[in-house]
Protein backbone atom coordinates (compact mmCIF):
# COMPACT_ATOMS: atom_id res chain seq x y z
CA UNK A 1 0.00 0.00 0.00
CA UNK A 2 2.80 2.52 0.88
CA UNK A 3 4.42 2.02 -2.33
CA UNK A 4 1.37 2.09 -4.25
CA UNK A 5 0.62 5.95 -2.45
CA UNK A 6 3.90 6.90 -2.83
CA UNK A 7 4.47 6.03 -6.40
CA UNK A 8 0.62 7.38 -7.15
CA UNK A 9 0.35 7.98 -10.46
CA UNK A 10 -2.79 9.08 -12.88
CA UNK A 11 -3.06 5.68 -14.43
CA UNK A 12 -2.20 2.93 -12.41
CA UNK A 13 -2.30 -0.73 -12.58
CA UNK A 14 -1.66 -3.38 -9.74
CA UNK A 15 -0.85 -7.23 -10.61
CA UNK A 16 -1.62 -7.69 -7.18
CA UNK A 17 -1.62 -11.18 -4.83
CA UNK A 18 -5.01 -11.63 -2.45
CA UNK A 19 -5.73 -9.91 0.98
CA UNK A 20 -2.85 -7.22 0.65
CA UNK A 21 -5.43 -4.62 1.20
CA UNK A 22 -4.88 -2.91 -2.33
CA UNK A 23 -8.35 -2.43 -2.58
CA UNK A 24 -8.73 -1.16 0.86
CA UNK A 25 -5.78 1.15 0.20
CA UNK A 26 -7.38 2.49 -2.83
CA UNK A 27 -10.66 3.36 -1.50
CA UNK A 28 -9.65 4.92 2.02
CA UNK A 29 -7.62 7.22 -0.95
CA UNK A 30 -10.89 7.72 -2.89
CA UNK A 31 -12.93 8.76 0.60
CA UNK A 32 -9.85 11.15 2.01
CA UNK A 33 -10.13 12.60 -1.90
CA UNK A 34 -13.84 13.10 -1.23
CA UNK A 35 -13.81 14.19 2.43
CA UNK A 36 -11.22 17.19 1.68
CA UNK A 37 -12.05 17.99 -2.32
CA UNK A 38 -15.32 19.77 -2.87
CA UNK A 39 -17.33 18.51 -6.35
CA UNK A 40 -15.32 15.55 -6.76
CA UNK A 41 -16.89 12.22 -8.48
CA UNK A 42 -15.20 8.94 -7.70
CA UNK A 43 -16.31 5.58 -9.31
CA UNK A 44 -16.05 1.64 -8.09
CA UNK A 45 -16.28 -1.21 -10.95
CA UNK A 46 -15.91 -4.50 -9.68
CA UNK A 47 -16.37 -8.10 -10.61
CA UNK A 48 -19.48 -7.99 -9.74
CA UNK A 49 -22.29 -5.52 -8.59
CA UNK A 50 -22.34 -7.07 -5.06
CA UNK A 51 -18.72 -6.90 -4.63
CA UNK A 52 -18.69 -3.46 -5.82
CA UNK A 53 -21.51 -2.70 -3.01
CA UNK A 54 -19.56 -4.70 -0.93
CA UNK A 55 -16.90 -2.54 -1.44
CA UNK A 56 -18.52 0.46 -0.98
CA UNK A 57 -20.48 -0.55 2.20
CA UNK A 58 -17.07 -1.91 3.89
CA UNK A 59 -13.92 0.70 2.42
CA UNK A 60 -16.12 3.85 2.84
CA UNK A 61 -19.46 3.64 3.99
CA UNK A 62 -18.17 2.06 7.33
CA UNK A 63 -14.53 3.65 7.64
CA UNK A 64 -16.39 6.92 7.62
CA UNK A 65 -18.79 5.83 10.20
CA UNK A 66 -15.85 5.24 12.26
CA UNK A 67 -13.69 8.81 11.53
CA UNK A 68 -14.12 11.20 14.52
CA UNK A 69 -17.25 13.36 14.50
CA UNK A 70 -15.01 16.58 13.92
CA UNK A 71 -14.01 14.70 10.29
CA UNK A 72 -17.41 13.69 9.43
CA UNK A 73 -18.24 17.62 10.73
CA UNK A 74 -16.20 18.70 7.16
CA UNK A 75 -18.40 16.48 5.08
CA UNK A 76 -21.27 15.50 6.26
CA UNK A 77 -23.14 12.58 4.37
CA UNK A 78 -25.77 14.43 2.51
CA UNK A 79 -27.48 11.08 0.80
CA UNK A 80 -27.02 7.32 1.25
CA UNK A 81 -27.65 4.54 -1.13
CA UNK A 82 -26.51 1.23 -2.12
CA UNK A 83 -24.76 2.50 -4.67
CA UNK A 84 -23.60 5.70 -3.92
CA UNK A 85 -22.90 8.14 -1.21
CA UNK A 86 -22.79 11.64 -1.40
CA UNK A 87 -21.52 14.33 0.94
CA UNK A 88 -22.66 18.05 1.86
CA UNK A 89 -19.74 19.03 -0.21
CA UNK A 90 -20.86 17.94 -3.59
CA UNK A 91 -18.45 15.15 -3.72
CA UNK A 92 -20.03 11.42 -4.18
CA UNK A 93 -18.56 7.85 -4.62
CA UNK A 94 -20.59 5.54 -6.59
CA UNK A 95 -20.52 2.10 -7.80
CA UNK A 96 -21.58 0.27 -11.06
CA UNK A 97 -20.20 -2.38 -13.57
CA UNK A 98 -20.16 0.93 -16.07
CA UNK A 99 -19.09 4.62 -15.57
CA UNK A 100 -20.41 5.47 -18.89
CA UNK A 101 -22.03 9.03 -19.23
CA UNK A 102 -20.21 10.19 -15.94
CA UNK A 103 -17.51 12.88 -15.48
CA UNK A 104 -14.41 11.27 -12.88
CA UNK A 105 -12.11 12.46 -10.98
CA UNK A 106 -11.09 9.10 -10.25
CA UNK A 107 -11.84 5.99 -10.76
CA UNK A 108 -11.12 2.00 -9.30
CA UNK A 109 -11.28 -0.68 -10.96
CA UNK A 110 -11.39 -3.96 -8.94
CA UNK A 111 -10.61 -7.35 -10.60
CA UNK A 112 -10.35 -6.32 -13.97
CA UNK A 113 -8.28 -9.61 -15.20
CA UNK A 114 -11.47 -11.44 -14.04
CA UNK A 115 -14.17 -9.20 -15.75
CA UNK A 116 -11.62 -9.64 -19.15
CA UNK A 117 -11.82 -13.47 -18.46
CA UNK A 118 -14.85 -13.88 -18.02
CA UNK A 119 -16.51 -11.23 -19.85
CA UNK A 120 -15.00 -10.01 -23.10
CA UNK A 121 -17.87 -7.59 -23.91
CA UNK A 122 -18.15 -6.02 -20.24
CA UNK A 123 -14.50 -5.70 -20.17
CA UNK A 124 -14.77 -3.88 -23.72
CA UNK A 125 -17.36 -1.55 -22.42
CA UNK A 126 -15.18 -0.23 -19.41
CA UNK A 127 -12.08 0.44 -21.51
CA UNK A 128 -14.68 2.60 -24.54
CA UNK A 129 -16.92 3.76 -21.98
CA UNK A 130 -15.78 3.79 -18.05
CA UNK A 131 -11.91 4.46 -19.11
CA UNK A 132 -13.16 7.21 -20.86
CA UNK A 133 -14.96 9.34 -18.40
CA UNK A 134 -11.81 10.09 -16.45
CA UNK A 135 -10.08 13.30 -17.76
CA UNK A 136 -6.61 13.61 -18.37
CA UNK A 137 -4.40 14.77 -15.11
CA UNK A 138 -7.19 12.67 -12.89
CA UNK A 139 -6.26 9.02 -11.66
CA UNK A 140 -7.15 5.55 -12.80
CA UNK A 141 -6.52 2.63 -10.23
CA UNK A 142 -6.68 -1.12 -12.17
CA UNK A 143 -6.23 -3.97 -9.73
CA UNK A 144 -6.30 -7.32 -10.10
CA UNK A 145 -4.75 -11.07 -9.71
CA UNK A 146 -3.85 -12.47 -12.74
CA UNK A 147 -6.20 -14.22 -14.75
CA UNK A 148 -4.41 -16.21 -17.46
CA UNK A 149 -2.19 -14.85 -20.78
CA UNK A 150 -4.48 -12.77 -22.90
CA UNK A 151 -7.35 -10.23 -22.35
CA UNK A 152 -6.68 -6.45 -21.35
CA UNK A 153 -5.63 -6.63 -18.00
CA UNK A 154 -2.58 -9.19 -19.52
CA UNK A 155 -2.44 -6.39 -22.19
CA UNK A 156 -2.06 -3.34 -19.93
CA UNK A 157 0.43 -5.27 -17.14
CA UNK A 158 2.82 -6.30 -20.05
CA UNK A 159 2.68 -2.76 -21.45
CA UNK A 160 3.37 -0.77 -18.09
CA UNK A 161 5.84 -3.06 -16.94
CA UNK A 162 7.77 -3.12 -20.45
CA UNK A 163 7.60 0.86 -19.81
CA UNK A 164 8.97 0.23 -16.54
CA UNK A 165 11.87 -1.56 -17.27
CA UNK A 166 12.73 0.57 -20.14
CA UNK A 167 13.74 3.16 -17.87
CA UNK A 168 11.48 5.98 -19.31
CA UNK A 169 9.64 8.65 -17.92
CA UNK A 170 5.91 7.99 -17.92
CA UNK A 171 3.59 10.54 -19.58
CA UNK A 172 0.15 11.43 -18.15
CA UNK A 173 -1.69 9.12 -20.27
CA UNK A 174 1.07 5.95 -19.38
CA UNK A 175 -0.04 3.55 -17.02
CA UNK A 176 2.55 2.97 -13.53
CA UNK A 177 2.87 -0.60 -13.20
CA UNK A 178 3.22 -1.87 -9.36
Not at 138 to 164: D, P, R, W
Request: some cysteine.
Amino acid sequence: QRAFYDGLHFNNIILKARQLGMSTGINLTMLDTCLFNANTECGIIAHTESAGMDLLRRNIRQVYSDLPEAIQALAPLFSDSAHHVRFSNGSSIKVATTMRSSSLQMLHISEFGKIAANSPPRAREIVSGSLETVAKGNIVVIESTAEGSSGYFYQYCQTAQALADSGKALSASDYRFF
